[in-house]
């Protein structure tokens, strides 16, 4: 699906107020218009992924779980400056790990050799 500039805004939002909201008693798993966001906090960051109904919640938490592991690997105890400084290095891991929304990669030793690749050709 593509999206406008104000539709992915729209979006953000819509996701940020349902999720930030549940306590800790609920589940990581909510079901979003026709689909379903899991989700993992992380000191004051969420990591979400909107998939489908039917998709195995067990499977995309773990899929969170493995990123903030590479991450926290890549950046030596990742923060959210880290993030926010190196967003291009993040769109990177997320490029080595999905395709097309699909799991690509889940062995961390592969993925941040290519990371490591990708960012001493800089």
């Known amino acids: 699906m593509s999206f406008d500039e104000e539709e992915k805004q729209k979006l953000i939002e819509d996701v940020h107020a349902l999720v930030s909201v549940r306590g800790n008693s609920h589940t990581n798993f909510v ?14 960051l969420y990591f979400c992924l909107c998939v489908d109904v039917d998709d195995n919640n067990l499977y995309y938490m ?52 290519r990371l490591e690749l990708l960012t001493s050709v800089e």
């Open 31 to 44: 079901e979003f218009r026709t689909f379903k966001i899991v989700y993992r906090r992380y000191a004051g």
């Open 62 to 113: 773990e899929a969170i779980q493995n990123f903030v592991e590479i991450l926290n690997q890549f950046f030596a105890n990742v923060c959210e400056l880290d993030l926010l400084f190196n967003f291009y290095k993040v769109y990177a891991l997320v490029d080595e790990m999905f395709l097309a929304g699909e799991i690509q990669e889940t062995n961390p030793g592969k993925v941040l050799g």
